[in-house]
């Protein structure tokens, strides 16, 4: 009897040990719980809430649009290009642009000389009235560019 005691003793401190897989906590046990903050990107973590480096776009793929190839996300410097697609897929670089960023916006200053404002989110960039330097914007709702998956 004393033999078969021991062998249960063993047993139950076995399932206690550091390997055990259980995810059960053992009955009368409180569960230690841990305060989460919601996932980000690494990206968007380390630059304060600049949209990541990336290709964002005002319209879908297949449309003519413009697309804003974002190629540097600092704290310090944004820089990048602003290229119109055509509907065949050529594209065409209407400037480029380099800029200081704030908190959710930026002056931009294009390849020739002119100043641009922007506001972003880690998902958008808004240029300030695009209507009047891109030529094939016709609305405001074009001064919008979203993080594109694709690409283009």
């Known amino acids: 009897m004393l033999t078969g005691s021991l062998a249960l003793v063993a047993a139950l401190a076995g399932g206690c040990s550091s390997g055990s897989s259980s995810s059960t906590p053992p009955p009368g046990s409180t569960t230690p719980t841990t305060a989460r903050s919601a996932p980000s990107s690494t990206?968007?973590?380390?630059?304060?809430?600049?949209?990541?480096p990336g290709t964002y776009a005002d319209g879908p793929r297949g449309t003519p649009h413009y697309t804003l190839d974002l190629t540097t996300s600092s704290a310090a410097a944004i820089a990048g290009s602003v290229e119109f697609v055509f509907q065949d897929g050529r594209t065409q670089t209407v400037f480029t642009f380099t800029g200081t960023p704030g908190t959710g916006q930026a002056v931009l200053t294009t390849s020739s000389g002119k100043t641009v404002s922007a506001t972003y989110t880690t998902s958008s960039i808004t240029l300030a009235s695009c209507t009047a330097y891109l030529q094939y914007a016709t609305d405001n709702g074009q001064c919008t560019f979203s993080r594109s998956a694709t690409g283009a």
Do not use: H, I, K
Not at 43 to 52: C, E, K, N
């Open 43 to 52: 990206t968007t973590a380390s630059t304060g809430g600049l949209p990541p």
